[in-house]
């Protein structure tokens, strides 16, 4: 007899524990639903900031290639290789703390970042009468979190097809669409994304391409969730 009572107590808890899952996966199920439309890709929440607008961009089909490697020197020379019709670019690399270059037709620029050249994409930028090139790329040593930083190079072109200017700045989670024309003047801007006091969270501004300062007041917490996705914490 106390066999079968045994039993049939184990019977009732097994059969509540499994409602008790059951409850349990399907109130996950649902909350998983509900964040899912929570959660918004980034280029989502560049175009929600009201602050900013969108420039016109033309990404370059191509890719970089090396054509020099000298281990005694310390020099790696990458052409930029494509069908389009665009101003020669190599990017130079140095072994140790030597600064790397961009070399735009006979124009030669120092950068402050490291870059991988075979991470690097190259877009035209539009805005009102102004003409741009921005290559956009990752760290050469980047690992974890450190692929998440993009490092931009924007070459402003006179009619001579020469750069007039050249500007770098970074942000986390950065693309094209980081780029904004946030004035009636043509000037550009762009989205800044840093790391904020907790971890998996990060701030959003717009700030000056020239100065790398704020433009406005307005900043978004962000936070990082799965598949790429952000949830906005406050704005």
Partial sequence: MKQIAIYQVFITLFTFSSFANSQDTEGARKAAV???HQTKSIDAIYSSFSLSHAVKHKKIVGQFAYVESNELTGKFLAKFITKEIVPSIDY??????KKDAVVLGKQTFSLQNKIDPSSLVIHWVYNQDRKYLCLIGKGQSASGSGVQVSYFTLFELGKSAKASSCQ???SRF???NSLVSY?????IGYLRIVN????????LTVNDIKTNKQLG???????YELNDKFSLLSN
Avoid at 183 to 187: I, R
Avoid at 196 to 202: P, T, V
């Fill in 34 to 36: 509900v964040k899912s």
């Fill in 174 to 176: 950065g693309n094209i």
């Fill in 92 to 97: 130079v690399s140095y072994a140790g703390s």
């Fill in 217 to 223: 007041e307005r900043t978004l917490m962000l936070k």
């Fill in 196 to 203: 904020a006091k907790k971890m998996d969270q990060y701030l």
């Fill in 183 to 187: 004035d009636k003047n043509g000037n």
């Fill in 168 to 170: 770098e700045f970074t």
